[in-house]
């Protein structure tokens, strides 16, 4: 349940979608999708790889691959 103050944003929790294996498609389809890419793919040590996009909704959510 939302409570009326809380909104989605860009300054909210962000989760992370597994885009294994397909992860530069992913962020090509984020501009094609109203979204915009705020950090492209990028290495994060050991765990693989992500990029931080913007959704259609105003929503922060990071892309993830191995």
């Not at 693989?48 to 913007?54: D, K, S, T, W, Y």
């Amino acid at each position: 349940m939302i409570c009326a103050e809380e909104k989605p944003g860009k300054d909210g929790v962000m989760i992370y979608l597994n885009a294994n294996g397909r992860l530069d498609e992913a962020v090509a389809a984020v501009p094609v999708n109203v979204g915009s890419v705020i950090k492209p793919k990028h290495p994060i040590g050991p765990f693989g790889f992500r990029a931080i996009v913007i959704d259609s909704e105003g929503n922060r959510v990071a892309l993830h691959s191995d």
